[in-house]
T-cell receptor, first 121, second 103 residues
Framework: EVQLVQSGAEVKKPGESLKISCKAS????????IGWVRQMPGKGLEWMGI????????EYSPSFQGQVTISADKSISTAYLQWSSLKASDTAMYYC??????????????WGQGTLITVSS | DIQMTQSPSSLSASVGDRVTLTCRAS??????LTWYQHKPGEAPKLLIY???SLQSGVPSRFSGSGSGTDFTLTISSLQPEDFATYYC?????FGGGTTVELK
């Protein structure tokens, strides 16, 4: 059974750093891209970026380029989303999801349960 | 970048209604589109991929169609568990969502 299990909710202060995780199981971690999706309070879904765990090739949405870092550790089948300096506007739910399909037709078939990040002074 | 526009942003419907949601791409990038269902407190759920392919386990009352820049998701007979927000996605863009509420 494919599962993506994300790390727990975090409450942080502006300026702090953070790394959240997404542990995959039930499939070959290195053969599927993993993506990250943001949902700000009361808002819709936003595509942040994706990583191919086999070689750590990454693609970022222009909106998130330079704002976050996506990485993966294939030895433990885990993807990460990282901030070096959080802002209040980073308060959101973050989902990881497995990507399937070719570039022009891809979709996310399995999703993590989400990690709620609250940034407040 | 492709922009995905969903309409309406919300709609009220009754159990048993036929409901059609629309998604329009700002340019003709791909003939493939994905639809997700999202309920509060849950992870988004894949419904339809490649425009019209039903994900395993999804009820057949859901169907997708479209081409070029215009795509639709149809729920043939709305059930109580279908009240949720629906998102389309193409490439790196999600639509803004359509929330289906109980009338």
């Amino acid at each position: 059974e494919v599962q993506l299990v994300q790390s727990g909710a975090e409450v942080k202060k502006p300026g702090e750093s953070l790394k959240i995780s997404c542990k995959a199981s039930g499939y070959s971690f290195t053969t599927y891209w993993i993506g990250w999706v943001r949902q700000m309070p009361g808002k819709g879904l936003e595509w942040m970026g994706i990583i191919y765990p086999s070689d750590s090739d990454t693609e970022y949405s222009p909106s998130f380029q330079g704002q976050v870092t996506i990485s993966a550790d294939k030895s433990i089948s885990t993807a990460y989303l990282q901030w070096s300096s959080l802002k209040a506007s980073d308060t959101a739910m973050y989902y990881c999801a497995r990507r399937r399909g070719p570039t022009a037709a891809y979709y996310f078939d399995f999703w993590g349960q989400g990690t709620l990040i609250t940034v407040s002074s | 970048d492709i922009q995905m526009t969903q309409s309406p942003s919300s709609l009220s419907a009754s159990v048993g209604d036929r409901v059609t949601l629309t998604c329009r791409a700002s340019q003709s990038f791909s003939r493939y589109l994905t639809w997700y269902q999202h309920k509060p407190g849950e992870a988004p759920k894949l419904l339809i991929y490649s425009t019209s392919s039903l994900q395993s386990g999804v009820p057949s009352r859901f169907s997708g169609s479209g081409s070029g820049t215009d795509f639709t998701l149809t729920i043939s007979s709305l059930q109580p568990e279908d009240f949720a927000t629906y998102y389309c996605q193409q490439s790196y863009s999600f639509g803004g969502g359509t929330t289906v509420e109980l009338k």
